[in-house]
């Protein structure tokens, strides 16, 4: 990995993933974010560039399979434990490059992927922070997914889309809401695991997150044995990092520092 930015591939398990990064602070936290269920690196601009100067850190950033210039899907279906699965090539990654104080900031689906990775590779991670994070299915998100649904069959979302995932940005959003909306996925659930979290966890929210209610929250800090702080982001949707950057900045980077 080069000490300074750059766009750049990794191969794990034979797949190619695309990935940049900044390693400029020799010893400090490596902080990895994890984008959403429709988003890439790119989708993220420059808020990892700021959150790590803010904090003395290092960052590295991805698209999962099928995501940006990653390399395509190789299913046609998803099964119930993909964020599992998906918890396992970080592993892989955070190994294959010997990282050291992980820290991990995961969006949606990516704060998902961020505690499941918590509760079993704690041994890998110093410590994480999620926005916008389920740890099971609500009505509340479902009813968001088919308004996305509605909004991709009957606005310009595909092509809003398309700038970011090109020809596979179809399968992108057909995988994410097909999976969603099925009976199986109506019981996912990883409450159960969370005890397994031992690292620090900060759980953020906005107020005004259409994908998910404050049970979230609760039963994040609730559940996990490190230490937990939650931060309920005012008039800000499923997007903190986004719709009130400043604030979403500084607990973040307030955490981090507090503990590394």
């Not at 057909?174 to 019981?187: D, G, I, N, Q, V």
């Not at 759980?203 to 005004?208: A, F, H, L, Y």
Request: one cysteine or more; glycine letters at 8%.
């Amino acid at each position: 990995m080069s000490t300074a930015e750059e766009m750049t591939y990794v191969e794990t398990g034979g797949i190619q993933l695309a990935c940049r990064s900044k390693m400029v602070y020799p010893g400090r936290p490596v902080i990895i974010f994890l984008h959403d269920s429709l988003g890439c690196t790119a989708l993220w601009r420059d808020f990892p560039d700021r959150l790590a100067e803010r904090c003395r850190c290092n960052f590295f950033v991805y698209d999962r399979q099928g995501y940006g210039a990653s390399d395509p899907f190789s299913i046609r279906e998803r099964e119930p434990d993909y964020m599992h699965r998906e918890a396992a090539v970080l592993s892989d990654l955070i190994k294959h490059f010997d990282f050291k104080q992980v820290w991990l900031f995961g969006h949606s689906d990516g704060g998902s992927i961020a505690l499941i990775a918590a509760a079993l590779y704690p041994q890998l991670l110093a410590g994480i922070i999620t926005e916008g994070a389920h740890i099971f299915v609500e009505e509340l998100t479902l009813q968001g997914i088919r308004e996305a649904v509605n909004a991709y069959n009957h606005t310009d979302l595909p092509q809003k889309l398309e700038r970011y995932h090109g020809v596979r940005t179809a399968e992108v959003f057909r995988l994410w809401a097909e999976t969603w909306l099925t009976e199986s996925f109506r019981h996912w659930n990883i409450s159960t695991i969370l005890p397994e979290i031992i690292c620090p966890v900060l759980v953020i929210q906005g107020e005004e997150d259409a994908y998910g209610t404050e049970a979230q929250v609760q039963g994040i800090v609730q559940s996990v044995k490190g230490p937990a702080a939650a931060y309920i982001v005012p008039q800000a949707g499923h997007s903190p990092h986004k719709e009130a950057s400043g604030s979403t900045l500084t607990i973040s980077a307030d955490f981090i520092l507090r503990y590394s």
